[in-house]
């Protein structure tokens, strides 16, 4: 967040965005399941202008094995920003945001994943962020839950995400760039649907009780929304494996 300069509109006088967005209206968001032929799961998704491709390795043997858990699979999470996913090239290599994002990601999927039923395994989750613009914590981990479901992996429930935020004094839903530079507060959330359990939770900026209130709330059906889209996708998917046998 940063400050905003003075003659900058987030919201016009007829309450558009300036990417020609209502107050509660989603990005577009496009998604296909199944993308990389050598991994077990795949997902890629669009998300506005974000572009972001998820892979799952596993369950298999864990290196270093001194990591093996005797009751269950360990889940690792590789959160990444290719260089040119910015407009100012991102130095390659973990830095400490996608440290941080790898770990709340993981946090976010982990407790919808059957790690019990993989004991002595690691199922190994990477994300890739080609494109960046806002959000790609929440993309990221839409793209994951896609991939694992893809990889086969039981799980408890997909994982759908989305965030809401501030600007112009205004609770709006799913912030882009430009909103997340100027705005005053971002509020991502993960929620697990059927489940109807929250596992991703954070915010960054400034908010009063009621109003980080009402940007959960907002994200949540924002969330809900994504996750009608992520059914479809893995829908999609059945339906081509079940072409590709005839
Ligand atoms: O992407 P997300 O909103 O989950 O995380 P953030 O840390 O709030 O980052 C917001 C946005 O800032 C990213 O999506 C990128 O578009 C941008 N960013 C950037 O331009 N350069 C970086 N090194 C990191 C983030």
């Not at 300069?5 to 509660?24: A, F, S, T, V």
């Not at 858990?69 to 040119?84: E, G, S, T």
């Not at 996750?227 to 479809?232: A, F």
Request: neutral net charge; proline residues 5%; contains cysteine.
């Amino acid at each position: 967040m940063m400050e905003k300069p003075e003659e900058l509109k987030l919201i016009d006088e007829n309450g558009y965005r300036i990417d020609g967005r209502k107050k509660y209206e989603l990005r577009k968001v496009n998604m296909k399941v199944g993308v990389l032929k050598n991994a077990n799961g795949s997902a890629y998704v669009e998300w506005g202008k974000n572009k972001i491709l998820a892979a799952v390795y596993g369950p298999r043997e864990i290196h270093p094995k001194h990591l093996q858990r005797p009751d269950r699979a360990i889940l690792r999470v590789r959160y990444n920003m290719a260089p040119f996913s910015v407009e100012e090239r991102k130095k390659p290599g973990p830095d400490r945001r996608s440290v941080e994002i790898s770990k709340v990601i993981r946090g976010a999927l982990e407790p919808a994943v059957i790690l019990e039923l993989f004991p002595r395994t690691s199922i190994d989750v990477f994300i890739e962020v080609l494109q960046a613009d806002a959000g790609t914590r929440v993309a990221g981990i839409v793209a994951a839950s896609l991939a694992l479901a893809d990889a086969g992996i039981p799980m408890k429930d997909l994982v759908s995400a989305c965030a809401a935020g501030k600007i112009e004094d205004e609770i709006v839903l799913d912030l882009n760039k430009e909103e997340d530079n100027y705005g005053t507060a971002d509020v991502p959330v993960a929620i697990m649907p059927i489940k109807n359990d929250i596992t991703l939770l954070q915010m960054d900026g400034y908010l009063t009780k009621e109003e980080f209130l009402e940007a959960v709330r907002l994200a949540i059906k924002g969330a809900k929304a994504v996750y009608q889209k992520q059914r479809e996708a893995l829908k999609e998917r059945y339906l081509n494996v079940l072409q590709e046998e005839e």
